[in-house]
């Protein structure tokens, strides 16, 4: 199916659906016919702001749109992308795609049956880190990531897991490719009822291990990730939107040589062959990463294209994150045990 213009609405105006909401009127094949959330004064204001239409219900929305937006609280995005997927609808959902496992299970197997596309809304795939690096071979032997956030009372509904970690889970899982063979994880709350500190040690069939730590009670904002592989160190900034590489120039073969700077630190030998320690910076200019990943999921629907965070990718962060819960699950029980016998 082709559109001129793809037709599209977003349901839940929060934070984020507000801003996803005002980003469409700057994608030129989106075409944003309305909004819809359970409090009608929060989207009526909005709609006038943007001259939209503020629906009422969803059984007004469906016939009006091509494609919808779930921005609303994880509990609902399957029962609402159920119902849209049901309609004919293409989905974008928000990061975690569900609240369980088997509920992405059966919203793939419905896309699958009524063809359409489910994108899920993990947006550091189109930070200008990531961005920049997109010719750049990655195959880590180690990742190191970091997401430390100040606290904010909203999202902790869930743990941090599943609210700031699971960004890193999809990057680690884009990068490296294998499935996680154990997992070491701890966490604790500290200003909630759920897990607001975590760290989590996962290793995977291929050898690689990536080792992250998400925190919401952090006294600085911090989004990093390390790359570790051969002949090369890539860090990758995410609050700056930069990468910087470290690597051996290999003859022939010149990797990382896109950026802004390629200085030489020095020689190394090795073997009879002398190669050049370099440093390099990439990075993408005039990138709005919320604004990137609309015009991707319409591209999708517009052209039939396979969306750039599937639901199957989207699925196996979930699963992941659910993993890495569950292990810290077993060490919080550990700890009890233990500390009940001294």
Request: hydrophobic content about 40%.
């Amino acid at each position: 199916m082709e559109f001129e213009h793809v037709r599209v609405a977003v349901i839940g105006v929060g934070h984020l659906g507000s801003i996803q909401a005002k980003l469409y009127k700057e994608v030129p094949e989106a075409g944003l016919v309305g909004i819809y959330d359970i409090d009608q004064e929060k989207a009526q204001k909005l709609a006038h702001e943007l001259g939209v239409k503020a629906f009422r219900s969803l059984d007004e929305l469906w016939p009006e749109v091509d494609a919808v937006n779930v921005v609303t609280p994880t509990t609902t995005h399957y029962q609402i992308a159920k119902e849209a997927l049901n309609q004919g609808k293409h989905v974008f959902i928000e990061k975690p795609v569900t609240e369980k496992t088997m509920q992405a299970e059966e919203l793939k197997n419905i896309a699958q049956e009524k063809n359409r596309i489910i994108q899920v809304g993990h947006v550091e795939r189109f930070n200008p880190a990531i961005l920049s690096l997109a010719d750049v071979p990655i195959q880590p032997i180690f990742i190191e990531a970091h997401r430390l956030a100040m606290f904010n009372p909203r999202g902790t509904d869930v743990a941090v897991v599943l609210d700031l970690m699971i960004h890193d889970i999809d990057l680690i899982l884009h990068f490296i490719k294998s499935k996680p063979t154990r997992i070491l994880a701890n966490g604790v709350g500290v200003v909630s009822d759920t897990i607001d500190i975590a760290n989590a040690r996962i290793e995977f069939e291929n050898g690689c291990v990536a080792n992250l730590t998400a925190s919401r009670i952090s006294a600085k904002k911090m989004r990093k990730m390390r790359i570790f592989q051969k002949d090369a160190y890539i860090s990758m900034d995410f609050n700056d939107g930069v990468a910087d590489i470290f690597y051996l120039e290999n003859q022939g073969h010149s990797l990382f040589e896109n950026g802004t700077l390629a200085l030489s630190l020095g020689q190394i030998d090795a073997g009879s062959v002398k190669k050049d320690i370099k440093y390099n910076r990439l990075h993408r200019d005039n990138v709005n990463p919320l604004r990137e990943e609309l015009v991707s999921f319409i591209d999708a629907v517009k052209n039939g294209l396979k969306p750039a965070v599937t639901i199957d990718e989207g699925l196996s962060a979930l699963k992941l994150a659910y993993n890495i819960l569950k292990q810290i699950d077993r060490h919080q029980e550990y700890l009890k045990k233990h500390s009940n016998l001294n």
